[in-house]
């Protein structure tokens, strides 16, 4: 076998053991192998794409330290516990530890006690640090978030520059650097600052199927976003505002509704931010109305969606703020608001930028984003050139797909009220003026008098936005930003007057969107029934279990997880220990009650598989066959059928333990050299009938097991 065959099925072996996962997900095991080879690294994967595996398991197969640089404390502390959830030893070194802990730790380090070791890019490369790891044995070096050593990034980090020094530094161990976000000048330039050499790069695709995209105009906001909580009744979620003012009066409104809600943002004190986190690592509260500050050093697998209550300014922050939903997997929704007053407020932040044109112009991608009439899914892939050219069937486009009406007399109206206004009024004042408000800026100025005052009054306000966005996204209508953001018809406009062409425009969306795959509720078939109820005393139990433990629920077991736990119902020692995420820490850990939970609800329910079950239950309470098999009013026979079942699916019973010894030994004694059809009867015979058929079933049933 050559070296690398042996290593990917150290590999997968690790997989299975130390994280219970049966399978890798795409690129993880060509990452893995890559790395074990010894090679440098660049990991593109989006957010949820499952990065970490892929540095932890080369970690645990090579020998000595691996380092992780990660820039975030909160995210450090997260992925240590979970690992030790699962058994393995990791540590993180930096300021939220006391200096006693420190050195403890350190002292750990040098016995060898820790494999995988955390550190902020500047510890790491401290002179103190740097000596310190002199005299160990580091044989990997991982960096995550290896997009802030780029400018060209979206989120440059000074302490990240610093890195570069490493390759010098190690010459001879690979180096893997791993982000979520990265165009292809990002790339290079990550890998010409890290001094990667024989680099190889890995980018998966960016799409995360489990997402559903929905995009909605941006009034009635709050109508929609209760009813989209009450759908997502105790689901952990959160929405992001703009503004910290935005987060506050979101939670508030939330909170006076009985939801379990709090805000977060930059301006808080940072023991109250910390706080807030945690409580909503922890479950202890739903859901988080944040300024994007949040979100970043948290590692939730079990966020349910997302909403964005104002526009993102580009699709880089939006695609990963989604991302933060649905890390383990399972369904998660995403609702992004969309209105013409954050496009303006957006743009302001922008106006004194020195990169305001790179800027601009991801902003206007943003917006098509959000106005796009083709599959949303595909828009954002291809953005970020990842080509994909079907229909998702997960966005609200494709679930609902926009209707065309004829637009030539709303488009006819809107140009040429702009015109008679002489291309000097903002959206807002246009739209009054349509609509023929009463408003006294309206009269105080005059506008009131222009012929085209009213002539859209049949059009509701929210409808005339959604058409005059269209209008500037066709080329009919241009905004002139440093002119008071007044409308200008342009060269297209003028030609569609003069012309009295004819155009197409979508309709608002009327209908009330279904959020995700959240479907009104049919009548609940039993097998959904029982899959909810177990579910809910699984969550329950890993509730209390977390509480014990001091850690998040999902630290305990993943919502994946209990997802198939509660799906599949294992009725065997042996299924059971096979579900997703099952590592044999947790199974040693936690197996015994989630097993006897599932166990128990198995045989309350007359549950397949759950007449073995009680036979082990009392087996268990020290019954004897015959008491069972009167208790149960099963035959003896089936009774004593059951033990070989019982221990051939992996429960810890032997049935020679209810067979005398001396008993095992004759039958043994008699057992032909190979089995044959007629085995049971010869041996019976052979030992002269003095024996039980059932006895011998068993050690024959035994004996020929393999
Ligand atoms: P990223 O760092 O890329 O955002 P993570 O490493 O946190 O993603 O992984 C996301 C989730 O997917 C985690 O809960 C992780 O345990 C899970 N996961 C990763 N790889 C697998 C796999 N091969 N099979 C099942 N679950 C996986
Ligand atoms: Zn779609």
Not at 60 to 85: E, H, N, T, Y
Not at 400 to 419: E, R
Not at 549 to 566: K, L, N, R, Y
Not at 679 to 693: K, M, N, P, Q
Request: glycine share 8%; charged share 25%.
């Amino acid at each position: 076998m050559s070296l690398t065959v042996d290593k990917t099925n150290e590999a997968r072996k690790v997989l299975e053991q130390s994280f219970g996962y049966h399978a890798f997900r795409p690129l993880q095991e060509e990452v893995v192998s890559s790395i074990l080879e010894g090679n440098d690294n660049l990991v593109i994967m989006p957010t949820g794409g499952g990065k970490s595996i892929c540095f932890q398991i080369p970690a645990l197969i090579f020998d000595g330290l691996s380092i992780v640089v990660s820039p975030l404390i909160a995210l450090m502390k997260d992925q240590v516990q979970s690992l030790r959830m699962n058994g393995i030893p990791a540590g993180f070194l930096n300021s939220s530890l006391s200096s006693a802990r420190q050195s403890e730790m350190k002292q750990a380090v040098l016995l060898g006690k820790i494999k995988l070791l955390y550190l902020a890019p500047e510890r790491l490369m401290s002179d103190g640090f740097l000596r310190f790891v002199k005299g160990l044995k580091v044989s990997f070096i991982a960096i995550d978030e290896a997009h802030c050593v780029s400018q060209w990034g979206h989120d440059f980090r000074e302490d990240y520059l610093k890195l570069g020094k490493l390759r010098e530094l190690f010459p001879s161990i690979p180096i893997a650097a791993f982000t979520a976000t990265a165009d292809k000048v990002t790339q290079q330039d990550i890998i010409d600052q890290l001094h990667l050499r024989n680099c190889r790069s890995f980018v998966s695709s960016f799409d995360r199927p489990n997402l559903s995209l929905t995009v909605m105009p941006g009034q009635n906001r709050l109508q929609y976003i209760l009813r989209f909580v009450r759908e997502h009744k105790g689901q952990a979620g959160i929405v992001y505002c703009l503004s910290r003012k935005g987060t506050e009066s979101m939670a508030h409104k939330l909170i006076e509704r009985g939801y379990s809600a709090a805000y977060y943002h930059a301006g808080m004190e940072s023991a109250e931010r910390n706080r807030v986190q945690d409580d909503f690592i922890h479950g202890r509260t739903d859901i988080i109305c944040a300024t994007i500050a949040f979100g970043m050093g948290i590692d939730k697998s079990n966020i349910r969606w997302v909403i964005h209550y104002n526009l993102p300014k580009n699709i880089e922050g939006y695609y990963q703020e989604i991302g933060r939903a649905g890390r383990d997997g399972l369904p998660a929704d995403t609702l992004l608001f969309y209105s013409w007053a954050d496009v303006m407020k957006l743009r302001s932040f922008i106006e004194d930028s020195p990169i305001r044109e790179i800027q601009e112009e991801k902003l206007n991608r943003m917006m098509q984003y959000a106005e796009s009439k083709t599959c949303r899914r595909r828009t954002l892939l291809n953005y970020f050139n990842d080509p994909y050219t079907k229909a998702c069937g997960n966005c609200d486009i494709c679930k609902n797909p926009p209707q065309y009406i004829d637009g030539t007399v709303i488009a006819q109206k809107a140009l040429s009220a702009i015109l008679r206004l002489q291309e000097r009024v903002a959206m807002g004042t246009l739209i009054d003026h349509l609509r023929g408000a009463e408003k006294g800026y309206l009269l105080k100025k005059g506008l009131h008098k222009i012929r085209t005052y009213g002539i859209g009054k049949e059009i509701s306000s929210g409808d005339w936005q959604y058409y005059l966005m269209q209008l500037i996204h066709l080329g009919y209508l241009d905004i002139a930003y440093i002119q008071h953001k007044w409308l200008k018809v342009t060269q297209a406009g003028k030609e569609l007057i003069r012309e009295r062409k004819s155009i197409e425009m979508a309709e608002p969306p009327r209908d009330k969107p279904e959020f995700g795959r959240q479907q009104r509720v049919k009548k609940k078939t039993k097998k959904q029934l029982m899959y909810e109820e177990l579910r809910a005393r699984l969550h329950q139990l890993r509730n209390s279990v977390a509480i014990r433990e001091e850690v998040a629920p999902h630290q305990v077991f993943s919502d994946a997880t209990i997802e198939d736990m509660a799906r599949n119902r294992p009725s065997t020692y042996t299924a059971f220990s096979e579900v997703e995420g099952m590592s044999d820490a947790k199974l040693e850990r936690f197996g015994s009650q989630f097993r006897d939970l599932i166990f128990d609800f198995k045989v309350e329910h007359h549950d397949k598989g759950s007449t073995y079950i009680e036979s082990y239950q009392l087996l268990k309470a020290g019954k004897s066959l015959q008491e069972i098999a009167s208790e149960r009013g099963l035959a003896f026979s089936s009774v004593a059928g059951h033990l070989v079942r019982l221990w051939k699916n992996g429960f810890p019973i032997d049935p020679l333990d209810h067979i005398p010894a001396e008993d095992v030994s004759r039958i043994r004694g008699a057992l032909p050299k190979e089995p044959g059809d007629h085995v049971l009867g010869e041996v019976h015979d052979r030992l002269g009938g003095a024996v039980d058929y059932w006895k011998i079933r068993i050690v024959l049933d035994m004996e020929y097991s393999d």
